[in-house]
């Protein structure tokens, strides 16, 4: 039992067993949420919107990771964090009153506004410049080499569950433009020079390199 500001969250297990694969998202953020508690293992969000509208095992991307709401109770739910979670994302720098960026697994009839997300960050970035252009801002995040050579110039790239078009890269870094929209909607903007991102590049790009550089495993035709 897991008790934050009056609210009683049994860890229950029968929710996270529900949940046999992961969700899909488009990178095109629903709603702030404020962390409430942050522990080993355990997240719990404030979030009016996206919680009044969930069930348990739902598929929830936190700042680009997906994870399964356990317990919720209308305004607020708790998820479990994998020590996977904190080696590959940097969730585990989250702190009571950080916002966080939420969106809930797409469904068959909706839009894919952003791009295909699937929730599972692949690496951490940083934060290294904030700079104005009229009313944009050009964030450049330094990220690990294994993950740039996924990204092209005007490819999608999702940086804490954000959708966002890559504008500029060099060997160590890559840069996309923030519309005012994105600084009103997402966390962002809040972040300053040296602040970790979660990165996950555009899986298709994954594809195409398998299938090129492996050999064919379906064997000779008879």
Same mark, same amino acid.
């Not at 104005?132 to 944009?136: I, L, Q, R, V, Y």
């Not at 870094?173 to 923030?178: D, E, N, R």
């Given at each position: 039992m897991w008790r934050v500001a009056g609210i009683f969250f049994p860890i229950n297990p029968d929710a996270i067993a529900k949940k046999t694969r992961g969700g899909m998202f488009t990178g095109i953020i629903e709603e702030l949420g404020k962390v409430l508690d942050s522990r080993e293992g355990q997240l719990l969000i404030g979030a009016p919107l996206v919680a009044s509208s969930s069930a348990l %095992?739902?598929?929830?991307?936190? /700042? %680009? +990771?997906?994870?399964?709401?356990?317990? *919720?109770?209308?305004?607020?739910?708790?998820? /479990?964090?994998?020590?996977? =979670?904190?080696?590959?994302s940097a969730l585990g720098d989250l702190q009571p009153g950080d916002l966080v960026n *939420?969106?809930?697994?797409?469904r068959p009839?909706?839009?894919?506004?952003?791009?295909? +997300?699937? %929730?599972v960050t692949e690496g951490v970035g940083e934060i290294v410049a904030i700079d104005?252009?009229?009313?944009?801002l050009i964030l450049r995040v330094q990220a690990p080499p294994d993950l740039l050579r996924y990204t092209v110039v005007k490819?999608? +790239?999702?940086?804490? %569950? +954000?959708? *966002?078009t890559i504008i500029a890269k060099d060997q160590s =870094? *890559?840069?996309?433009?923030?519309v005012q929209y994105t600084q009103e909607h997402t966390n962002l903007v809040g972040k300053g020079v040296g602040a970790r991102v979660n990165l996950e590049t555009d899986i298709l790009a994954r594809y195409v390199e398998q299938f090129v550089t492996e050999p064919s495993t379906t064997g000779e035709p008879t």
């Open positions: %095992g739902d598929s929830i991307a936190i /700042n %680009g +990771v997906d994870l399964t709401v356990a317990e *919720l109770d209308g305004k607020t739910f708790f998820a /479990n964090l994998m020590p996977e =979670t904190y080696r590959r *939420l969106e809930r697994s797409v009839n909706d839009r894919l506004s952003g791009h295909i +997300v699937r %929730g104005s252009e009229e009313d944009a490819g999608p +790239v999702c940086i804490d %569950g +954000v959708s *966002l =870094t *890559l840069a996309v433009s923030l």
